[in-house]
């Protein structure tokens, strides 16, 4: 197969788990993830389903003690997992790069915005202070920050939440790389400029050609924004798919419980639909499926680990899915 | 209802300069009067003490001046070479007001030099603690709390016992008895910081190492730092004062404001009080100054307190 025919990113049989004192945790078990060029991909889960895990994976920022303990992670080619730091250094930043959830926290508050974007530009391109600063002023104006000669020279407490926002995506995108995971983004912004940076990124990756993995848990940002979604729940993959068809038509259990319990979908005066009882704790999984405890529809095979079926471009984890 | 459109409210726009970190944090000092003051005793005492040799009616160091017919005169007593012993002298003739000048430069320059090294090794120690982790990290941390264990006083006593006496050697043990708690003050501040979003922002943007280590994680640091070196130059003066008190100081040729109390200390019973009493005062509004400013420093750098 040909560099061009090959998918930007894929992931096959991923393992990250954590070698604590009270167990193994398996924050990333078993996930497969496929993301074509210029593609927006969804990755959808409840706090501590490991989807952050899956983003540092791919960044190769696991922390021991937690590490990757198999799969492969290829990027345009390149396996991740083997790489050593030198070249890692060649990548993270540069074809590879990422977006946080806090804009108050991602800035050093110390240092000037022009400071922050110059150092990105020159720890990969050798090039000299005013032609980085000049790359530095464009992705501001990219971004839509108005008067950037003036802003570049603020610091970040000069700025409002979804500004810095801003500044940080401009960050991630000067280097225009290949890849940009966005690690829940717009959690900490209100719902109008989360509306507003929605459009805008998917709108900045349209036109760079920049594929984008988007970590949230709430399925409605996903809606509007991706062209597939990957359900996670405690460390997998449970269904996968275009965008509209899961949302649609969701076939896991879980994946239709979470869109059950978004407040729009539900009728005024009744009470909100949830998914009972909480996520297992990932210490004490075992085998099967790890919903199985919460789920309505489950049975007996649920107790041995249900396989990843493919259907019509769907993947599922289910041995008993919604018709 | 009607939507009135009128004027666009007028936005003040401070400019970037008059935003810089620095500059909200000198507006923010100053909004205390006491501390203000205390920093103007601060900087008065410092140039006092630089300027010792030229302001000094008489230099304390050369025996020759000093007239053992003098000794032991009151304040406001005329000399015998002319001029006035404003503070009286002592049981060698010194002139106390020369005396104290030339105390007060010895003891600043042997707080401020002991406090700079002792934070330049405990800063070092504890960012290399914090960042490497591990059995290093454990090994600079059991020293420094075995160092805290013991009374801070008793230490430099051993060390001066077997060091001898000297300026050189009193910061050496001011520094041996310091460096512990800027290593554990960094060392925390580190620990925390390291675990910000900006470190890890820092590290997908793939900045080398050392410049996440200096640029990133060392500013965001010193805060804390600041506020424990304020208050550590006015201990380790107090220390070196006890220290010369005790003997184990400084030579007596070369007298700290310790070593003028000592001095004195045989005479106060005799009524001639002002041999101890002025370099006590010295040394009193020398420490309540730097405490005045600490106090200050640390209301404004601790975001805890912050209004």
């Avoid at chain 1, 401009?170 to 507003?196: C, F, G, K, S, W």
């Avoid at chain 2, 401020?112 to 591990?134: D, E």
Wanted: hydrophobic share 50%.
């Amino acid at each position: 197969m040909s560099a061009a025919a090959r998918p930007l990113l894929e992931i096959e049989g991923l393992r990250t788990h954590f070698f604590t004192g009270a167990g193994i945790v398996k924050a990333v078990d078993d996930v497969d993830v496929v993301l074509e060029r210029g593609r927006i991909l969804g990755i959808v889960g409840e706090s501590g389903s490991g989807k952050s895990m899956l983003a540092y994976s791919i960044l190769g920022l696991v922390d021991p003690p937690g590490r990757i303990v198999s799969g492969r992670i290829a990027l345009e080619g390149v396996d991740l997992t083997r790489l050593d730091e030198p070249r890692w250094r060649e990548i993270r930043g540069a074809r590879v790069a990422m977006i946080f959830q806090d804009p108050m926290m991602t800035l050093n508050p110390v240092l000037r915005i022009d400071t922050q974007m110059v150092e990105a530009v020159r720890a990969h391109h050798a090039v000299s202070r005013g032609a980085a600063l000049e790359r530095a002023r464009e992705a501001l104006g990219r971004v839509g920050i108005a008067s950037p000669d003036e802003r570049l020279r603020n610091y970040p407490h000069q700025f409002s939440g979804g500004m810095r926002q801003r500044v940080a995506i401009a960050i991630a995108l000067i280097n225009q790389p290949a890849l940009v995971i966005a690690d829940e983004p717009t959690t900490a912004l209100d719902v109008t400029i989360q509306a507003q940076i929605l459009s805008e990124m998917q709108a900045l990756c349209r036109d760079a050609g920049t594929a984008l993995i988007w970590i949230t848990h709430d399925l409605s940002v996903i809606a509007g924004l991706a062209d597939e979604v990957y359900v996670m729940y405690a460390g997998r993959i449970v269904e996968s798919g275009p965008v509209d068809d899961v949302l649609d038509n969701p076939r896991h259990p879980y994946t239709r419980g979470l869109i059950d319990s978004v407040p729009s979908r539900n009728a005024p005066g009744r009470p909100l639909a949830q998914i009972r009882g909480v996520m297992p704790s990932l210490l004490a999984l075992g085998e099967g499926c790890a919903f199985r405890g919460r789920c309505a529809r489950a049975l007996d095979a649920c107790r041995a680990a249900p396989p990843m079926a493919a259907a019509g471009g769907r993947r599922l984890r289910c041995v008993n899915p919604l018709p | 209802m009607r939507i009135v459109t009128g004027e666009p409210i007028p936005v003040r726009v401070r400019d970037a300069a008059a935003q810089a970190p620095w500059r909200r944090f000198a507006e923010e000092f100053a909004e205390s009067r006491i501390a203000l003051f205390g920093l103007a005793l601060l900087v008065f005492l410092a140039v006092v003490a630089i300027a010792a040799p030229w302001i000094s009616p008489q230099n304390p160091y050369d025996l020759a001046q000093l007239d053992v017919l003098d000794s032991k005169l009151a304040p406001g007593t005329p000399a015998a070479a002319g001029g006035l012993y404003w503070l009286g002298t002592d049981d060698q003739g010194r002139d106390m007001l020369s005396g104290i000048f030339y105390g007060l430069r010895i003891s600043l320059t042997v707080g401020i030099t002991s406090t700079v090294i002792a934070l330049a090794i405990g800063l070092a120690l504890g960012m290399l603690g914090a960042y490497v982790g591990g059995w290093l990290d454990a090994l600079i941390m059991r020293v420094a709390d075995i160092q805290l264990s013991f009374p801070a006083i008793l230490i430099a006593l051993i060390l001066l016992a077997v060091l001898g006496q000297g300026t050189g050697k009193i910061i050496a043990a001011l520094v041996t008895v310091q460096w512990a708690y800027y290593a554990r003050t960094v060392r925390s501040a580190a620990l925390v910081e390291r675990e910000k979003e900006y470190i890890e922002a820092a590290r997908v943007l793939a900045l080398p190492k050392w410049r996440i280590l200096v640029k990133h994680l060392l500013p965001n640091c010193l805060p804390p730092l600041i506020v424990v070196a304020t208050v550590q130059v006015a201990h380790a003066i107090a220390l070196e004062a006890t220290l010369s008190f005790l003997g184990l100081g400084l030579p007596i040729t070369e007298p700290s404001l310790g070593l003028l109390i000592a001095n004195g200390f045989q005479y106060l019973m005799s009524g001639k009080y002002w041999i101890s009493f002025y370099p006590g005062v010295a040394l009193l509004v020398t420490i309540m100054a730097i405490n005045l400013v600490a106090d200050q420093l640390r209301d404004v750098m601790n975001p805890r307190l912050k209004r």
